[in-house]
Nanobody
């Protein structure tokens, strides 16, 4: 069983930065992939960023140039650094890990961007 514990959400001003963290109970080297998703009010869940076991990253168009996903294998934690936040980034963010063909999710953390 894998547990993913998120932290780092909160209220930010337009143009601000925020870093989300997802701490895993297992060695993330054994994860085939990790990702961040978000769900904004009234919208479907959106894939924001992914990182593979080899460290390759991909981003949604809405995140490119502003968000960076990275991992710290020593801490078994992966991150989403979000810069230049806009109101459209307001959502509940969920981390996801794929471990031995099973999917695991964090509890979600709210990010609210306001002026």
């Amino acid at each position: 069983q894998v547990q993913l514990v998120e932290s780092g959400g909160g209220l930010m001003q337009l143009g601000g930065s925020l870093r989300l963290s997802c701490a895993a109970s297992q060695n993330i080297f054994t994860f085939s992939s990790m990702a961040w998703y978000r769900r904004a009010p009234g919208k479907p869940r959106e894939l924001v960023a992914t990182i593979t076991a080899t460290g390759s990253t991909n981003y949604a168009d809405s995140a490119k140039g502003r968000f960076t996903m990275f991992r710290d294998t020593a801490k078994n934690t992966f991150y989403l650094q979000m810069n230049n936040l806009t109101r459209e980034d307001t959502a509940v963010y969920y981390c996801h890990g794929r471990y031995y063909r099973a999917d695991y999710w964090g509890q979600g953390t709210q990010v609210t961007v306001s002026s």
